[in-house]
């Protein structure tokens, strides 16, 4: 995206130390990259952290939910703090950044907020589909991220006269994970109504992305077994 002339901001905690050291590197890349500090599990940080974005750097186009953490540990061993921070974080994280950048894309709307602009790409796992031991926070987690992300898809799906689609883009959900967890989540995606598209080269995978709207889901980023990219549209 940013050698691709997009202004990159990239989220981190309060005080970071490798903030200023990614942003040099960032640069000697030729990369118009930028860093917002914040707290994504909490809601006063998030707004704050949106507002300055807005302030320094511009409209917000995309949002790549992408922050993520575990603490494993075996149900009966595993605290309540443990389990909080991951679902924080993970699932919590995820809502109160898109909630705080959904506000500013309805806000950024050419006439109403119908006709709202932007796309909100939430980062999933496949451990929203296959159990793994130990893990059952961030299982929790990430599969509540993938039933949030189809439901706010639906939540902004704007349709103009006659059933048609408008240009409103909706929200994207990225899974990677071996081929069975592919095939698994493509056929449920298919009966939620979605259609499937399917690309050999990224680049055509990323213009049907762009053309879909407004509920896209993008699923094999990168999976070895598979020749290229299916694109689900509604």
Same mark, same amino acid.
């Given at each position: 995206?940013?050698?691709? #002339?997009?202004?990159?901001? %990239?989220?981190? &905690?309060?005080?970071? %130390?490798?903030?200023?050291?990614?942003?040099?590197?960032?640069?000697?890349?030729?990369?118009?990259?930028?860093?917002?500090?914040? !707290?994504?599990?909490?809601?006063?940080?998030?707004?704050?952290?949106?507002?300055?974005?807005?302030?320094? =750097? +511009? $409209?917000?186009?995309?949002?790549?939910?992408?922050?993520?953490?575990?603490?494993?540990?075996?149900?009966?061993? *595993?605290? $309540? $703090? !443990? @389990?909080?921070? =991951?679902?924080?974080?993970?699932?919590?994280?995820? @809502?109160?950044?898109? !909630?705080?950048?959904?506000?500013? *894309?309805?806000?950024?709307?050419?006439?109403?907020?119908?006709? %709202?602009? /932007?796309?909100?790409?939430?980062?999933?796992? /496949?451990?929203?589909?296959?159990?793994?031991?130990? *893990?059952?926070?961030?299982?929790?987690?990430? +599969?509540?991220?993938?039933? *949030?992300?189809?439901?706010?898809?639906?939540?902004?799906?704007?349709? #103009?006269? +006659? #059933?048609? =689609?408008?240009?409103?883009?909706?929200?994207?959900?990225?899974?990677?994970?071996?081929?069975?967890? @592919?095939?698994? &989540?493509?056929?449920?995606?298919?009966?939620? +109504? @979605?259609?499937?598209?399917?690309?050999?080269? #990224?680049?055509? %995978? &990323?213009?049907?992305?762009?053309?879909?709207?407004?509920?896209?889901?993008?699923?094999?980023?990168?999976?070895?077994?598979?020749?290229?990219? $299916?694109?689900?549209?509604?």
């Amino acid at each position: 995206l940013g050698k691709g #002339g997009i202004r990159i901001v %990239a989220g981190c &905690l309060p005080g970071y %130390a490798k903030k200023d050291e990614w942003l040099s590197q960032m640069k000697a890349q030729g990369i118009a990259a930028h860093a917002a500090e914040g !707290q994504v599990d909490d809601y006063e940080s998030c707004v704050r952290m949106v507002a300055a974005i807005r302030q320094e =750097v +511009g $409209e917000i186009d995309i949002l790549v939910n992408n922050a993520g953490i575990t603490r494993d540990a075996r149900l009966e061993k *595993m605290s $309540e $703090e !443990q @389990f909080d921070q =991951v679902v924080d974080v993970n699932l919590k994280g995820a @809502f109160l950044v898109g !909630q705080a950048v959904a506000r500013a *894309m309805v806000q950024q709307g050419v006439a109403t907020p119908d006709q %709202a602009s /932007g796309s909100i790409i939430n980062m999933s796992s /496949g451990g929203a589909t296959r159990s793994h031991r130990g *893990m059952v926070a961030y299982d929790a987690s990430k +599969g509540g991220v993938e039933a *949030m992300t189809r439901a706010l898809a639906l939540e902004h799906e704007v349709r #103009g006269q +006659g #059933g048609g =689609v408008s240009d409103t883009k909706g929200l994207i959900l990225v899974v990677e994970d071996e081929q069975a967890i @592919f095939e698994t &989540l493509k056929l449920r995606l298919k009966a939620d +109504g @979605f259609t499937v598209a399917h690309s050999r080269d #990224g680049e055509d %995978a &990323l213009r049907q992305v762009e053309a879909l709207r407004p509920a896209a889901v993008v699923l094999d980023i990168g999976l070895p077994k598979l020749e290229g990219t $299916e694109v689900c549209r509604r």
